[in-house]
Every structure is written in C-alpha cells, then in structure tokens.
C-alpha cells in the first residue's frame, strides 16, 4: 500500500518560514519523481517545486529564490522549506510521487492528504 504523509504545516507571520515533510512508503522512492503541489481556496492546485532522482530540481517562478525541494533518500522523505512567506503562500500543500507502475511500466501520480499553511500578514 502506498501512503504519502504529510506534515509542517502551520500558522506563520509573513517573512516566517516553515519547512514541510512528506513521508513516503510502499514505492521505491529513489527512483520516484517527488514534488510539492498547493491549493488555494477557490483555486486550482499549482505546481510548486519538484525533484527528480538524480537530484536536479525546478520551481514555480513564484517561489523560486525562497522555497527549496530536497529529499533524503535513506529515509524515503521530501522536504520543502519555505523561507520569506507571504501571505498568498496560503494554501494546502499537497505531496506528489510520480512513479513508474509495473509489470507494463505505466506512468502512475500518487497524492498525499495534503497540509494547511496559513501566513498571515
């Protein structure tokens, strides 16, 4: 059974900075494609950040230079630490494992539950 948990999340200042954790079992997380969603009230979710197997990582142009993806391996976890919050950083943050599904190799998303940030001006 795969399960991607969540948690960090919190009530922040703005300026503040958290960091999240999603904590993955039951795929093979080193080969996985892991990522970071969020969703607004009354909004689309939206691409956050994401990091690749080798490491290699990308952003969202709105939180590129504050929001860092890593993930440790050894302990099947992806972080994002989220540095210099603003308040429309609200939203719940959504965790995502892009996996190769056998014996046909299919191209498969997992989703986590989600966890509320909250920044307040």
């Known amino acids: 059974q795969v399960r991607l948990v969540e948690s960090g999340g919190g009530l922040v200042q703005a300026g503040g900075s958290l960091r999240l954790s999603c904590a993955a079992s039951g795929i093979d997380f080193s080969v996985a494609v892991m990522a970071w969603y969020r969703q607004a009230p009354g909004k689309q979710r939206e691409f956050v950040a994401v990091?690749?197997?080798?490491?290699?990582?990308n952003y969202a142009d709105s939180v590129r230079g504050r929001f860092t993806i890593s993930r440790d391996n050894a302990r099947n976890t992806v972080y994002l630490q989220m540095n210099s919050l603003k308040p429309e950083d609200t939203a719940v943050y959504y965790c995502?494992?892009?996996?190769?599904?056998?014996?046909?190799?299919?191209?498969?998303?997992?989703w986590g539950q989600g966890t509320q940030v909250t920044v307040s001006s």
């Open positions: 995502k494992a892009g996996v190769l599904r056998p014996p046909r190799l299919e191209s498969y998303d997992y």
């Open positions: 990091v690749v197997s080798g490491g290699t990582t």
